[in-house]
């Protein structure tokens, strides 16, 4: 479960950001344009390839975007600790329990292919240049240096565009991409009363307009809340929402799906039906 560096105390569990990033489907998608690489270069044909997008545009420390670039390096659970001379990883435990095989010799040997595998991750990257990019954003300046220092720890910092700004702000990750029709998958943590408690409102506003009025059609967005009266501010109908316990807090993990801008119309008749819903939720079944 200890994945790669630890980046300060407040920040998301890793394990936990791996979890949702699989729930959101990345390995998947890192899977699937990586098949689509080999059958274009079987074929000699670019046609298949898709850029994929992920941007966390609250990216807090970058417990999300952190994973997500090991994932799509390829790089294994733990393998940056050990690299980081942490205490007890480059030879654990098992190696030292009583068995009639030579456990660290398999240890050893399972440890190079890891390495290997994430050598051959970080060249596919190279080679593919814009084939994968992860944008990570967040407005609080010290929150973007924890958020370099983690990724410098695990060589990975080259792979991450990162700027600190109001998420309002933001832009395409590619001017090119609204036209070519890119969709992204957004992955974020937004503030929802615990640890920040300032400005909770703006910033779902500035999740909202990013979403709504920035992102392509299509892009998939993945938001982590602890409060239902935040999400409300999006506006937005939800395809799923997965509860999550972690602690003593009740999260839910929820799945959107950008349609495009709507009209002030459509948004006021989007939002009267969230309403509806959330009122025939909020009856007593009988």
């Not at 190279?126 to 954003?137: E, K």
């Not at 939002?271 to 939720?281: A, F, I």
Request: charged share 25%; glycine share 6%.
């Amino acid at each position: 479960y200890r994945r790669g560096p630890e980046i300060h105390k407040a920040a998301m569990k890793e394990s936990l950001a791996a979890g949702l990033l699989r729930e959101a489907g990345w390995h998947v998608k890192l899977r699937e344009a990586k098949d689509a690489d080999s059958l274009s270069s079987a074929s000699g044909s670019s046609s298949n390839k898709t850029p994929l997008r992920l941007v966390d545009p609250m990216a807090g420390s970058g417990s999300f975007l952190l994973e997500a670039a090991m994932m799509a390096v390829d790089i294994a659970p733990g393998l940056v600790r050990i690299r980081c001379g942490v205490p007890d990883h480059a030879l654990p435990p098992v190696t030292r329990w009583k068995s009639d095989i030579d456990t660290e010799k398999l240890w050893k040997s399972i440890l190079l292919g890891a390495s290997q595998r994430a050598k051959n991750g970080l060249q596919w990257i190279r080679d593919n240049p814009g084939q994968v990019t992860l944008q990570a954003n967040d407005i609080h300046p010290g929150a973007i240096e924890i958020m370099e220092s983690a990724l410098e720890t695990a060589g990975l910092r080259n792979l991450v565009q990162i700027t600190n700004m109001d998420c309002y702000d933001m832009e395409l990750v590619d001017e090119n991409d609204l036209a070519a029709g890119i969709p992204y998958l957004v992955v974020t943590n937004p503030p929802w009363g615990i640890r920040l408690t300032e400005d909770i409102e703006d910033s779902w506003e500035g999740l909202r307009h990013y979403l709504r009025d920035v992102c392509p059609s299509g892009t998939e967005a993945w938001v982590l809340s602890g409060d239902k009266s935040s999400t409300k501010l999006l506006k937005m109908r939800r395809n799923r929402m997965i509860p999550i316990q972690t602690g003593d807090q009740t999260l839910r993990w929820i799945n959107y799906t950008v349609q495009g801008k709507s009209s002030p119309k459509e948004e006021e008749e989007e939002e009267e039906e969230c309403c509806c819903l959330l009122d025939d939720r909020s009856r007593p079944k009988t």
